[in-house]
């Protein structure tokens, strides 16, 4: 026999390697899929829980035990999931191109070829940034470390791929990365679980509505300085009408309910502005936006204003924030005051990182995908993680001193995102994946052009996610209560409920909260709970939310306190035991004895008037407008818009001279304008206004029209994503 071997048969030993027969590629070809999927399970994990600790340690004074195992369950999961999809896409190519490798022999070598198909794939990583810079919808909510992270684990996975397929699975370099592979994937596997058991732990589902707030309440006695715990809570962007106990006839806030009807609400309580900086400021300072300056011009709270916060630590009390909309922050200097200022919201960056974000973003509202994911991945604007901060806080605090907590819901505000058992109350099945795929814009088009962007029927699936927002909202202040009656005695606490302002759903053909001063955004709930000083009842009292800041020092201090302003004073009823004895016995009440008891030497003259004020607009949208259409007439939504009620008149006056008058009992929608039938009354209004004008202490800051601090990029980020900045 010769042992020549001839040209041909060399060239097909270079071209083909060692694995010539049918069964060597086919082993070949499976090594390289199972390792190539196996280490993108394991990178994945890798890669997600590193991305975690690292975004989770800036946090980590709230990150608790239960936050870090959400979020690295989450994170993990998400991308193991879409690593070990990319390895797959990497090794079925590899495989393919090695059991076609016998049959291309002679022409291009199909593993150079898969290798530079790979690292083009590769180099889109790397260009997605930049077209999420340009715009491109598909490129949104990846983060450039995520992109580079990845063109590097297919640059790698794809040369140690070509190097099994290539005959080298005997070699050191093939028998270390299959062992590697092997070792590693039966403990990722176990985290795997793990992580899913979290995620089903934390799943999003509906609480149970039954549950009676004061139940468990613990039984302490009062401190001997009389001082009650205080509570403030504000449920951003929350319209009124929306609320079981402010008449709504649909299922929205049953836990609200039940905690209204063993407190004082107030039916007629006005905001003195209409969006979220101006309106806490009053709320803080007792001012109004005239007053303290703060506003979309001004974006924040000069120094020399006494807030809330600071009055309350100087009486000794601990102090705390937590507010999930970024304006109540050290940015607008609203946090003055507060010993402890914390953001839950914050903590979905390390939950949320790129691929959730991309999930969230592209594929979450574009598909029919959508229904699953909002059932297992969707999550709220920072509810849950502040009840569990809240019960944190709560185990630790100083016992012997009272406590002023001020919370921040942000789950009604724009985006409308309400977790899938929340939505599916009030959105029709069929409805369902579209009231996801809806992006409802507060643009330019339809609420200063008035273009019908919407048919009826999306402006009522629109309401319906609303509403389904309020029932989550809902379940997360039923479970803060419950947290708080398991930790405090509830005769020893100060219970405020309330919102900064309300929300346009196309009302007036119009959304969000910028361009008017009509009730369905300065309308607002107020709900208070105070045994010692309040009985549960009803009363239509006209009020304001700068009443709060004397109200809460009355409260403190035991009777009431000078303030800045005349405007806001208290409404509790003087004290009528003293400090640290029994409460008075608890009843029903009617609204008119309600408002008998609430009544006392602090209480508003029955002609009492409560001013709404639209101190700036955001000058973005209108700025857009005008791009959009140069022939739109800006001037109506410019300047200050103020309107003024009395009784049941409520008079509106805009800075170009636009009146309008409305019977608020006869007409609560606002859409009879009455200016020419009742001059009179118009008139006797306007004049109520100048006078209330002239006795307000005018802000003068030098920079009230263009001061504006630079915002951090976290901040910056957020408000884009609340559609405050474009």
């Given at each position: 026999?010769?042992?020549?071997?001839?040209?041909?048969?060399?060239?097909?030993?270079?071209?083909?390697?060692?694995?010539?027969t049918?069964?060597?590629?086919?082993?070949?070809?499976?090594?390289?899929l199972?390792?190539?999927?196996?280490a993108?399970?394991?990178?994945?994990?890798?890669?997600?829980?590193?991305?975690?600790?690292?975004?989770?340690?800036?946090?980590?004074?709230?990150?608790?035990?239960?936050?870090?195992?959400?979020?690295?369950?989450?994170?993990?999961?998400?991308?193991?999931?879409?690593?070990?999809?990319?390895?797959?896409?990497?090794?079925?190519?590899?495989?393919?191109?090695?059991?076609?490798s016998?049959?291309?022999?002679?022409?291009?070598?199909?593993?150079?070829?898969?290798?530079?198909?790979?690292?083009?794939?590769?180099?889109?990583?790397?260009?997605?940034?930049?077209?999420?810079?340009?715009g491109?919808?598909?490129?949104?909510?990846?983060?450039?470390?995520?992109?580079?992270?990845?063109?590097?684990?297919?640059?790698?996975?794809?040369?140690?791929?070509?190097?099994?397929?290539?005959?080298?699975?005997?070699?050191?370099?093939?028998?270390?990365?299959?062992?590697?592979?092997?070792?590693?994937?039966w403990?990722?596997?176990?985290?795997?679980?793990?992580?899913?058991?979290?995620?089903?732990?934390?799943?999003?589902?509906?609480?149970?509505?039954?549950?009676?707030?004061?139940?468990?309440?613990?039984?302490?006695?009062?401190?001997?300085?009389?001082?009650?715990?205080?509570?403030?809570?504000?449920?951003?962007?929350?319209?009124?009408?929306r609320?079981?106990?402010?008449g709504?006839?649909?299922?929205?806030?049953?836990?609200?309910?039940?905690?209204?009807?063993?407190?004082?609400?107030?039916e007629?309580?006005?905001?003195?502005?209409?969006?979220?900086?101006?309106?806490?400021?009053?709320?803080?300072?007792?001012?109004?936006?005239?007053?303290?300056?703060?506003?979309y011009?001004h974006?924040?709270?000069?120094?020399?204003?006494?807030?809330?916060a600071?009055?309350?630590?100087?009486?000794?009390?601990?102090?705390?924030?937590?507010?999930?909309?970024?304006?109540?922050?050290?940015?607008?200097?609203?946090?003055q005051?507060f010993?402890?200022?914390?953001?839950?919201?914050a903590?979905?960056?390390?939950?949320?990182?790129?691929?959730?974000?991309?999930?969230?973003?592209?594929?979450?509202?574009?598909?029919?995908?959508?229904?699953?994911?909002?059932?297992?991945?969707?999550?709220?604007?920072?509810?849950?993680?502040?009840?569990?901060?809240?019960?944190?806080?709560?185990?630790?605090?100083?016992?012997?001193?009272?406590?002023?907590?001020?919370?921040?819901?942000?789950?009604?505000?724009?985006?409308?995102?309400?977790?899938?058992?929340?939505?599916?109350?009030?959105?029709?099945?069929?409805?369902?994946?579209?009231?996801?795929?809806?992006?409802?814009?507060?643009?330019?088009?339809?609420?200063?052009?008035r273009?019908?962007?919407?048919?009826?029927?999306?402006?009522?699936?629109?309401?319906?996610?609303?509403?389904?927002?309020?029932?989550?909202?809902?379940?997360?202040?039923?479970e803060?209560?419950?947290?708080?009656?398991?930790?405090?005695?509830?005769?020893?606490?100060?219970?405020?409920?309330?919102s900064?302002?309300?929300?346009?759903?196309?009302?007036?053909?119009?959304?969000?909260?910028?361009?008017?001063?009509?009730?369905?955004l300065?309308?607002?709930?107020?709900?208070?709970?105070?045994?010692?000083?309040?009985r549960?009842g009803?009363?239509?009292?006209?009020?304001?939310?700068?009443?709060?800041?004397?109200?809460?020092?009355?409260?403190?201090?035991?009777?009431?306190?000078?303030?800045?302003?005349?405007?806001?004073?208290?409404?509790?009823?003087?004290?009528?035991?003293?400090?640290?004895?029994?409460s008075?016995?608890?009843?029903?009440?009617?609204?008119?004895?309600?408002?008998?008891?609430?009544?006392?030497?602090?209480?508003?003259?029955?002609?009492?008037?409560?001013?709404?004020?639209?101190?700036?607009?955001?000058?973005?949208?209108?700025?857009?407008?005008q791009?959009?259409?140069?022939?739109?007439d800006?001037?109506?939504?410019?300047?200050?818009?103020?309107?003024?009620?009395?009784?049941?008149?409520?008079?509106?006056?805009?800075?170009?001279?636009?009146?309008?008058?409305?019977?608020?009992?006869?007409?609560?929608?606002?859409?009879?304008?009455?200016?020419?039938?009742?001059?009179?009354?118009?008139?006797?209004?306007?004049?109520?206004?100048?006078?209330?004008?002239?006795?307000a202490?005018?802000?003068?800051?030098?920079?009230?029209?263009?001061?504006?601090r630079?915002?951090d990029?976290?901040?910056?980020?957020?408000?884009?994503?609340?559609?405050?900045?474009?």
């Open positions: 026999m010769s042992s020549e071997v001839s040209s041909d048969e060399k060239r097909e030993l270079l071209d083909v390697g060692p694995d010539i049918a069964r060597g590629r086919c082993a070949s070809a499976w090594s390289v199972t390792w190539a999927i196996r993108g399970l394991v990178g994945g994990l890798a890669f997600g829980l590193v991305q975690t600790v690292v975004l989770g340690w800036r946090y980590r004074a709230m990150m608790g035990l239960r936050q870090w195992a959400d979020a690295l369950s989450y994170s993990g999961l998400a991308h193991g999931i879409l690593w070990t999809l990319h390895g797959a896409v990497i090794g079925g190519a590899c495989a393919c191109l090695t059991l076609l016998r049959r291309a022999r002679r022409g291009i070598a199909p593993g150079p070829v898969g290798v530079a198909v790979l690292v083009a794939g590769a180099t889109g990583f790397l260009l997605w940034p930049g077209a999420a810079v340009l491109v919808p598909v490129a949104k909510g990846i983060h450039r470390t995520w992109c580079v992270v990845m063109a590097v684990y297919w640059l790698a996975a794809t040369a140690v791929s070509y190097a099994i397929a290539r005959g080298l699975a005997t070699t050191w370099v093939g028998q270390s990365a299959r062992r590697m592979a092997r070792t590693a994937f403990p990722a596997a176990i985290i795997v679980i793990a992580s899913l058991a979290v995620q089903w732990f934390e799943r999003p589902r509906l609480m149970n509505p039954t549950t009676a707030w004061r139940q468990s309440s613990v039984d302490a006695l009062m401190r001997r300085d009389g001082r009650p715990n205080i509570l403030l809570v504000v449920l951003d962007t929350q319209r009124v009408d609320l079981g106990c402010y709504c006839d649909r299922p929205t806030t049953p836990r609200l309910d039940a905690f209204a009807a063993d407190a004082l609400v107030f007629n309580c006005l905001s003195p502005a209409i969006c979220t900086l101006p309106s806490h400021a009053s709320i803080f300072t007792g001012l109004f936006p005239c007053e303290h300056g703060a506003n011009n974006t924040w709270l000069d120094d020399g204003f006494t807030t809330m600071e009055l309350l630590l100087k009486d000794g009390y601990q102090t705390l924030a937590l507010s999930n909309n970024v304006w109540i922050s050290a940015s607008s200097n609203l946090s005051g010993e402890e200022v914390l953001r839950p919201s903590l979905h960056q390390p939950r949320g990182n790129s691929v959730s974000e991309f999930l969230d973003r592209v594929l979450y509202p574009a598909g029919r995908v959508c229904r699953w994911l909002g059932a297992v991945t969707s999550e709220d604007a920072g509810a849950k993680t502040t009840n569990q901060l809240v019960a944190r806080w709560l185990d630790r605090r100083d016992p012997n001193r009272p406590f002023f907590m001020f919370i921040n819901y942000l789950e009604p505000h724009h985006p409308y995102r309400p977790h899938l058992p929340h939505r599916a109350v009030f959105v029709k099945p069929d409805d369902v994946d579209l009231s996801y795929r809806h992006e409802w814009s507060q643009g330019a088009e339809f609420s200063l052009l273009r019908d962007c919407y048919t009826p029927a999306e402006l009522q699936l629109l309401n319906e996610t609303y509403d389904g927002e309020t029932r989550m909202l809902d379940d997360y202040v039923g803060l209560l419950e947290v708080l009656a398991e930790r405090v005695a509830l005769d020893d606490t100060f219970v405020i409920i309330t900064d302002h309300g929300e346009n759903l196309g009302d007036h053909h119009l959304m969000g909260h910028s361009w008017c001063v009509y009730d369905t300065a309308h607002v709930p107020l709900i208070m709970s105070y045994p010692r000083r309040l549960p009803r009363t239509d009292r006209l009020v304001q939310l700068t009443d709060l800041l004397p109200t809460v020092m009355d409260a403190a201090r035991g009777h009431p306190v000078p303030m800045p302003s005349t405007s806001g004073r208290s409404l509790l009823p003087p004290p009528s035991t003293r400090p640290g004895a029994p008075t016995a608890r009843s029903r009440l009617t609204s008119s004895a309600a408002s008998k008891l609430a009544s006392g030497p602090a209480s508003q003259p029955a002609d009492r008037v409560a001013v709404i004020e639209r101190m700036a607009p955001r000058r973005g949208p209108i700025d857009r407008a791009c959009i259409d140069v022939r739109f800006r001037t109506p939504f410019e300047g200050v818009l103020r309107a003024i009620r009395q009784g049941p008149w409520k008079y509106v006056v805009a800075a170009n001279g636009r009146e309008e008058l409305y019977h608020v009992v006869n007409d609560p929608a606002e859409v009879s304008n009455l200016i020419d039938a009742h001059r009179p009354i118009a008139d006797r209004l306007a004049g109520r206004l100048r006078q209330w004008l002239s006795a202490q005018i802000y003068k800051g030098s920079t009230r029209l263009n001061g504006h630079p915002l990029e976290e901040t910056r980020r957020r408000l884009l994503d609340l559609g405050y900045l474009k």
